[in-house]
């Protein structure tokens, strides 16, 4: 069973400053998205990583890949307020097709 | 209208009613889904849909029944719900081909409460 973790599940961070939020999950998978959700909202896809070592960057938001580690980052650069909101990694394991698996979320909150 | 339009927006209930919740995408996609999305847990797969066809439920009470009359329509049937039930239901749609699946595209979501 595919297991998806996200650490830390609250956050709290002033503006301008620079924290990594972190995805692991438990069996082979090539294939991870991060959505971001405000309160209220839907789920909105930032970022879709395709292959071991894979980098996208976004304004202040970078997300990575590590396959072997089967880890991924979210990387948030000088932080500003309108970047508060639930952000979540969903897992798609390498077998056919299979439902994504979403960790609990990292909820960001961005304090001026 | 683009994306996915989930109606209604909010609805509250009480135990003994019957409702039912809409799911529209404009994306062309051949599968849709039902996620249950309730405070401190992750989101809960609830049902799937691929070229019509329900390919997994895990599990979920038949208080839930969902519906599929085509790739663009997708409902969801409730009846004597509990108050548990009460949480936000998210509709999604992806394209599905023999190997992968492209990412999901969210609806906004119904934020149902049980009386």
């Known amino acids: 069973e595919l297991k998806v973790e996200q650490n830390p599940l609250f956050l709290s961070m002033q503006e301008g400053k620079n924290y990594t939020i972190y995805c692991n999950y438990s069996t082979t998978s090539d294939r991870l998205y991060w959505y971001r959700q405000d309160p209220g909202k839907s789920l909105e896809s930032l970022f879709v990583l395709l292959s071991n070592g894979a980098v996208k960057q976004e304004g202040r938001l970078m997300a990575s890949l590590d396959t072997k580690a089967r880890l991924s980052t979210l990387h948030i650069t000088a932080a500003v307020h309108d970047l508060s909101a639930t952000y979540f990694c969903a897992v798609d394991m390498e077998a056919g097709n299979t439902p994504l698996v979403f960790g609990k979320g990292t909820r960001l909150s961005v304090i001026a | 209208e683009t994306g996915v339009t989930q109606t209604p927006r909010h609805l509250v209930m009480g135990m003994t009613n019957k409702k039912s919740l809409k799911c529209e995408q404009h994306?062309?996609?051949?599968?849709m889904y039902w996620y249950k999305q309730s405070a401190k847990k992750p989101l809960e797969l609830m049902f799937v849909?691929?070229?019509?066809?329900?390919?997994e439920n895990n599990s979920v009470p038949s208080r839930f029944s969902p519906e599929c009359p085509n790739s663009s329509h997708l409902f969801l049937h409730l009846h004597t719900l509990q108050p548990e039930d009460s949480a936000l239901y998210l509709c999604a749609s992806s394209q599905e081909d023999r190997h992968r699946n492209s990412p999901l595209h969210f609806g906004n979501g119904t934020r149902l409460t049980v009386t």
């Open positions: 849909y691929n070229f019509k066809e329900q390919t």
């Open positions: 994306l062309g996609h051949n599968a």
